[in-house]
């Protein structure tokens, strides 16, 4: 090879032209584009003028790393969360629905998302959306939907009062997640905040004494990462409301967590059709977390106030896109999601699961596991949802260094390391994964083993 006959393997290396004229490679520029398949080249052949790929592997790793990114097409890979928490935010809160998933593919392409077929002209966006939300909590005149959370709050508190005072509970000026903070978010957008009352105890009084001329609104933003108790008071809204509308302002409450109607599992985690019926004139929540929907923020209320939202210029950084849309009305429509399945997995039905599983690795390799057993544990909601609401279930223990290994597998396997063990809950794992996340286990083990001889 001309590489040994000048005595340095990098001149083994194939020639960038070489490697695109070879027909496999080739045929990747059409589904991956031209750019990405030199990419790949170029970081190879790197990696190859470093050491670490062969020169005479490196069209086989184009090869392998360009299949590899046309079977997915993005760097995201796909994990079984066997951490037992249910939404976990790390891991990109709620797994969609079938129905939402088939409604993702199906809009990929042109869709009638602000078109109307009929007339042929400019139509309202995403309108099968806003009226599944409407059919879903009749008690809201209209709906608007927006990218996320944050963003539905920031449009509803600038639509009312920007410019002015947004009255709120000290008690309830959160931090949410990644360190930001919810007065932060306000104060960007032109709101004065007026904070009432202290951390742990707000009157109605408070209220009262600090409306004035400059009040826009006032906010009720729901706690949900924290609970406060022992010396507490705090105003509810239907209160609230009594407040704000006798002195003609609208009251906007931040439910969080994406219920849309009363769950018993959660009985202290406020729900969109309870807040409008005690009188909320603005709600607003996220679609990717109780809802078990895509990342979205929904706004549900008095159809002069939603429109008024949906016509501010801030509407249009915000603007959900089509892909958000079909999934929510999929996961709106169809059948309960895959949250409200995990968070109300029966008890038994986990541990038949979990012993099942430990028989099956033990009957395969049960010199690997020795040194596991089925243990009782607590699983979360998750998400900043149901702070106090633990979710009994079981798990098998196995040895602490395996989670590095799991999750440097494929499939990738997250699990929850606590006590010095790695503990693999099946609570957010579908039955029809058990097999994949049996395999991966296994071979965790094996290779555990292999690094300890």
């Not at 995201?76 to 935010?89: D, E, F, I």
């Not at 008690?171 to 997640?177: A, K, Y």
């Not at 009985?267 to 409008?276: G, N, V, Y």
């Not at 706004?299 to 999934?327: C, Q, S, Y």
């Amino acid at each position: 090879m001309t590489g040994q006959r000048h005595g340095d393997p990098r001149r083994g290396i194939p020639r960038t032209d070489t490697l695109l004229a070879d027909p496999q490679i080739a045929s990747y520029a059409a589904a991956l584009g031209a750019p990405r398949v030199r990419a790949v080249i170029d970081a190879v052949t790197a990696a190859a003028r470093a050491g670490a790929v062969a020169p005479d592997a490196v069209a086989e790793e184009v090869r392998a790393r360009l299949a590899r990114w046309a079977a997915s097409a993005t760097t995201l890979v796909p994990v079984l969360n066997a951490t037992g928490v249910v939404v976990h935010t790390n891991l990109g809160r709620a797994p969609l629905t079938p129905a939402a998933r088939e409604a993702l593919v199906a809009a990929a392409g042109y869709v009638d998302v602000e078109f109307s077929l009929e007339s042929g002209l400019r139509a309202g966006r995403g309108r099968g959306t806003l009226a599944a939300l409407r059919e879903r909590v009749p008690g809201a005149q209209a709906a608007l939907v927006v990218n996320n959370g944050a963003a539905a709050l920031s449009l509803a508190v600038t639509t009312c009062a920007q410019g002015r005072e947004l009255i709120v509970s000290r008690g309830e000026l959160v931090e949410i997640g990644d360190g930001f903070r919810l007065p932060d978010l306000i104060r960007s957008t032109g709101v004065v905040i007026r904070e009432v009352g202290t951390t742990n105890r707000t009157h109605p009084g408070d209220y009262e004494e600090a409306i004035g001329a400059q009040t826009g609104a006032v906010l009720k933003v729901h706690p949900s990462n924290f609970v406060v108790r022992g010396f507490t008071a705090e105003v509810s809204v239907s209160a609230a409301s009594r407040i704000a509308r006798a002195h003609g302002i609208p009251l906007i409450v931040d439910t969080g967590s994406g219920l849309l109607e009363p769950d018993p599992l959660l009985p202290d985690e406020p729900d969109a059709a309870t807040a409008l019926a005690e009188g909320a004139d603005l709600v607003v929540c996220s679609g990717d977390k109780m809802l078990g929907g895509p990342q979205a923020g929904i706004v549900l209320g008095r159809a002069d106030l939603v429109e008024a939202m949906r016509r501010h210029p801030l509407a249009r950084a915000f603007r959900a896109d089509k892909l958000t849309h079909a999934a929510l009305e999929a996961t709106l429509r169809g059948p309960r999601g895959l949250v409200s399945d995990y968070l109300h997995a029966p008890t038994e039905e986990l541990r038949g699961r979990t012993e099942a599983l430990a028989q099956r690795l033990r009957a395969a390799r049960p010199d690997l596991m020795t040194d596991s057993r089925v243990v009782a544990v607590a699983g979360a909601v998750g998400g900043g949802g149901g702070a106090e609401v633990p979710l009994p279930g079981w798990a098998l223990a196995l040895p602490e260094a395996l989670a590095l290994v799991l999750r440097a597998g494929r499939p990738a396997v997250v699990a929850r390391q606590e006590g010095g063990r790695t503990l693999v809950d099946l609570r957010c794992i579908p039955v029809a994964d058990e097999a994949d996340l049996a395999e991966a286990l296994l071979a965790g083990l094996e290779r555990l083993a292999a690094e300890g001889s």
